[in-house]
């Protein structure tokens, strides 16, 4: 049996906040005995890069993905073996999510960071809204990847 947890949001999602880095995320696991793992963040994977580095660090194998919202409103977790399809899926994704801007003040930080936890950017668009994509469309994508 491997100790898994597959649903785990970080300093990207607005339910998070910035305590929430991939490095931290991974060290903690690590104290739990966590051996396996995927960073599943709201709409996009942005800090799957400083995950799978602080993975690596502390010996855990990852996934990378998100939480996707769908159409229907119905929140999806889509993984990924390869961090680069986790990234270009995550591109496309963005794409289709409406114009509503996220006011950190109200809606909370959306920050991704570097292996040592620098922040790198901040994602404008407000990540807990739904896609233009349908349950079907993403499963489709996400199958043929």
Same mark, same amino acid.
């Given at each position: 049996?491997?100790?898994?947890?597959? &649903?785990? &949001?970080?300093?990207?999602?607005?339910?998070?906040?910035?305590?929430?880095?991939?490095?931290?995320?991974? !060290?903690? @696991?690590?104290?739990?005995?966590?051996?396996?793992?995927? @960073?599943?963040?709201?709409?996009?994977?942005?800090?799957?890069?400083?995950?799978?580095?602080?993975?690596?660090?502390?010996?855990?194998?990852?996934?990378?993905?998100? !939480?996707?919202?769908?159409?229907?409103?119905?929140?999806?977790?889509?993984?990924?073996?390869?961090?680069?399809?986790?990234?270009?899926?995550?591109?496309? @994704?963005?794409?289709?999510?409406?114009?509503?801007?996220?006011?950190?003040?109200?809606?909370?930080?959306?920050?991704?960071?570097?292996?040592? !936890?620098?922040?790198?950017?901040?994602?404008?668009?407000?990540?807990?809204?739904?896609?233009?994509?349908?349950?079907? !469309?993403?499963?489709?994508?996400? &199958?043929? @990847?």
């Amino acid at each position: 049996m491997i100790l898994s947890d597959f &649903h785990i &949001h970080s300093c990207l999602s607005p339910c998070g906040d910035l305590s929430m880095s991939p490095k931290t995320i991974a !060290e903690i @696991l690590a104290k739990k005995g966590v051996k396996l793992a995927a @960073l599943t963040d709201h709409n996009s994977a942005l800090n799957c890069p400083s995950f799978k580095a602080a993975c690596v660090k502390y010996g855990i194998a990852s996934l990378f993905g998100m !939480e996707v919202q769908t159409s229907e409103e119905v929140h999806l977790l889509v993984l990924f073996s390869d961090l680069n399809v986790a990234l270009d899926f995550g591109k496309n @994704l963005y794409e289709t999510l409406p114009p509503i801007m996220n006011n950190p003040d109200k809606m909370g930080d959306q920050v991704y960071v570097d292996e040592d !936890e620098n922040i790198i950017g901040e994602v404008e668009k407000y990540l807990v809204t739904s896609s233009s994509w349908s349950i079907d !469309e993403v499963s489709s994508i996400v &199958h043929a @990847l």
